[in-house]
């Protein structure tokens, strides 16, 4: 059930701190972008936390506690995403910094590299298209294997899927 505090944190991590960064994209000072991209640092570290814990553990109560705690986060007013950043953030990301940064640089050469710059040009011409013709394909094979699987029912003869589309040596 989606209940309301599920939806205040849904509305105060992420709707409301997408709205704001978006009107701060658009205002010719810097301040109100560097509140913005700090908590979207913060909100990272929470979301990346709860997948973790939420695989371990049930907590009582855990949209209250997390829609209060988004909220102070996100009030310019707390500066809560600043105070996490400096006292929490930086000094755990200064002190593994030079472990984490080699996978990153791995991560962002491979996003540079000819090949993905070949996939975004393909992607951007063929891309729509290629959607479309996996989702028609899709339905087609859906389609076939309905008729296949209630001609097996009726006792029809052929071989079943498996056998039919199996890879060459098999």
Known sequence: MFGI???????????????????????PGTADDHQWLTYWVIYGFVETAES???QFLWIPFY????????LWLVLPQT???AFVF???????????ASQIDPIFAKADQAFRSDQMNSF???S??????IANQAMAAAQQ???????????????QSGASYGQKHRPPGF
């Open 5 to 27: 505090f599920q939806g205040l944190a849904l509305f105060l991590g992420f709707l409301y701190p997408c709205y704001a960064s978006y009107k701060a994209l658009l205002t």
């Open 52 to 54: 973790i814990l939420t």
């Open 63 to 70: 949209y209250e506690m997390k829609s209060v705690l988004l």
């Open 79 to 81: 500066k809560g995403a």
């Open 86 to 96: 400096q006292h929490f953030i930086c000094p755990f990301m200064q002190k593994y």
């Open 120 to 122: 975004v040009n393909l």
């Open 124 to 129: 951007q011409q063929y891309g729509p298209g």
């Open 141 to 155: 094979e859906a389609r076939r294997l309905a008729q296949s699987s209630q001609g097996t029912a009726q006792g």
